[in-house]
């Protein structure tokens, strides 16, 4: 399998969170940080963009729906909370 050197960009505003474009660059020019302004549709006004990788979001949704459910902490010598 290749390596993979191509990576989707999203482009969002940081207001209202519209998605403005999505970009492919190679891994080597990625930048996430930006203090750009882009036209929103949504706000009707310049606003900062941001950025991120296409389905991250989604992949950390995923993996948190993963874990097991939290307990309750039970102080030290106590007997377990039902």
């Known amino acids: 399998m290749p ?3 191509q990576v989707r960009i999203v482009r969002s505003c940081s207001v ?4 403005i474009e999505t970009v ?3 891994k080597d020019n990625m930048m996430l ?3 750009a302004l882009v036209w929103c549709p949504g706000c009707e006004a310049e ?4 950025r991120d990788i296409a389905g991250r979001a989604d992949s950390v949704r995923q993996e ?3 874990y097991p459910p939290s ?3 039970t102080p030290f010598g106590a007997p377990p909370v039902r």
Do not use: G, R
């Open 3 to 5: 390596p993979i050197d």
């Open 16 to 19: 209202c969170a519209t998605e």
């Open 24 to 26: 492919q660059v190679k």
């Open 33 to 35: 940080s930006s203090k």
């Open 47 to 50: 606003c900062p963009e941001q």
């Open 64 to 66: 948190q729906a993963s």
């Open 71 to 73: 307990q309750l902490a």
